[in-house]
Structures are given as C-alpha cells and as structure tokens.
C-alpha cells in the first residue's frame, strides 16, 4: 500500500494521467495536484527540478474529458471513502487542488476549460470553504489576458498564486533558471499577477558551488520586492526537498535549517509574512 510523503511526488504512483495527490509541506496537508505537462515540457529548466527527462517547450494536447474523470476519482476518494486514512499520517485534510505538475501549468492552451473542470468539481462536491485552489507557476505567462481571464473565473473559492521569484540577480537567474532574464518582463508579470490574485512569492534557495547567496543577491531580492510588499500575501522560503533530476555540472546542496533561517532573516526587513521549509 503506497504511503504519501513529502520526499516522494512521484505524479505516478497511483497511476493517473493528469491528477496526483501529494503531502505538500507548504500546503500544510494533502494536495491534489492537476499535471497539465505530461509530456514534461517546460519553458525554464531550473538545476534543482525534481522532473526526469524534462525538455524545453509547451504542454500536450489534454484529454479535458480523462482529466474531469481523474479529478471527480480522486475527489471521492478523498472526500467519501478512505484514502486519507489508508495513504497519509493521521489527521492529514485536503489543503488544496494545486496546478503545478511537470511544467508550467499556464502554458496549456486548454488552461481556461480545466479552470471550469475544477469550479464545477468543487461545487459538486461542496469544497468551496474548505480548500484552496492553486497555481504554481514560474510567472512567466501571468500577463497573458487569456491566463488572467481564467483564473478570474475563481471567484467562490479561496484562491492563491505561487509566483516563482529565486533571484533577480541576471546571473543568479541565468544558472538558477537557465533562461534570459528580464526583469521588466518579471515586473509585468508579478504586476498582473497581483491584479487578478493572493499571491505568494516562492524562492528556492540553494548552495551553488558551495556557496549561499551573496549579499548582493539577497539586497537586489529585498529592493524588487519592496515595490510590492503592501500587495503581496507573503513569502515562501524552501530549499531541496528531493534530489535534482536534472543533468548539470554545477553542485548544489540543500541548506539546513539554520542557513535557511538566517536567509529568512535578512529579508525580514520587508515587511511581509516569511514562512520558512525545510
């Protein structure tokens, strides 16, 4: 019997196309996860992603229909016989349906349809004031009037944006990342993002080479995200939780508690809430 945990997010382990529950250490619970990169395609190709074989592009066609059927499975499951009990610690809730997966989430063009999937699967099951619904995403579509249009469409259930900040260092980004930064494009996006949503910024932080982040990085971090401290819901500090799968050259390591507090600590100058997981 497969037991969940928060060192294993194998989407398939139970052995669904599209939907995949998780423990999440940020969703402080079980997260039902939508996997709209089943072809694991993704815009960045960040060095500490847990994705095998992950390539550059956009998501697969989507089968809406499989997905309805995966995600109205699961949350009878969940909600009406006992996979809690049998798959997770005592006392485990669903926290959240969470768009997240292999991929950026906000690339599928079928993004908007599964939105709908999901409100009418909430209503049916009557979880619009017991759970969160989710996006987990790198940003990098947020200015898109047809993502803000979707995500819009939220409107009788609790709802949050995971906007993935790990540096606004060009550098630090180019390694973290392995994309052109842009800071205006980064600007544009937190901005919009902010127009349609809660939103919490998520950093990785990692020692690179056996170094932490340098005092430059963390001071140009804290001076970006000062211009939108009064509108931002908090921060998401985490470091590795699961090996890279990636194929890089760079060595990096997860930081202990202690590292990643102190971390915490200098960006405590700003004034918004600072959850720390390790």
């Known amino acids: 019997m497969a037991t969940l945990s928060i060192l294993n997010h194998d989407r398939k382990i139970f052995d669904k196309k599209y939907i995949y529950p998780v423990l999440s250490r940020r969703a402080g619970g079980l997260s039902l996860g939508i996997n709209l990169n089943t072809n694991n395609a993704c815009n960045w190709q960040c060095i500490y992603c847990e ?30 016989n006992n996979f809690l009990s049998n798959h ?6 669903l926290k959240d349906i969470a768009f997240s997966g292999n991929g950026e989430p906000t690339a599928a063009k079928e993004f908007e349809e ?21 996006l987990i995403t790198n940003g990098s579509y ?12 939220i409107n009788q259930t609790p709802k949050e944006v995971w906007f993935k900040i790990d540096s606004v260092d ?24 902010l127009d349609v949503s809660p939103t919490i910024i998520q950093t990785c932080v990692i020692k690179i080479n056996g170094e932490l ?19 931002l819901k908090g921060i998401h500090l985490y ?9 890089i050259t760079t060595k990096i390591e997860r930081l202990t508690e202690k590292e990643l ?5 200098k960006i405590s100058v700003l004034n918004l809430p600072i959850s720390t997981y390790i």
């Not at 592009?57 to 089968?63: A, L």
């Not at 997770?88 to 809730?93: E, S």
């Not at 980064?186 to 993002?193: D, R, Y």
């Not at 590795?240 to 194929?247: F, H, V, W």
Request: hydrophobic share 35%; glycine share 0%; with cysteine.
């Open 51 to 80: 994705i095998p074989n992950l390539t550059r592009g956009k998501p697969e066609s989507i089968d809406t229909k499989l997905l309805k059927e995966e995600l109205f499975f699961w949350l009878h499951e969940i909600t009406q």
């Open 88 to 93: 997770a610690p005592p006392d485990t809730l």
């Open 114 to 134: 599964v939105i709908n999937i999901v409100i009418t699967a909430i209503n049916e099951f009557k979880l619009n004031n017991l759970i969160t619904i989710r």
């Open 142 to 153: 947020m200015s898109d009037q047809s993502v803000q249009n979707a995500w819009s469409l």
């Open 170 to 193: 060009n550098d630090d980004i180019k390694m973290i990342n392995q994309i052109n930064p842009s800071l205006n494009a980064t600007k544009k996006n937190i901005e919009s993002c």
């Open 213 to 231: 982040p340098s005092k430059k990085s963390i001071d140009q971090y804290i001076s970006f995200l000062k211009n939108y401290e009064k509108k």
């Open 239 to 247: 470091s590795l939780a699961r090996p890279t799968e990636q194929k």
């Open 261 to 265: 507090q102190s971390v915490a600590d």
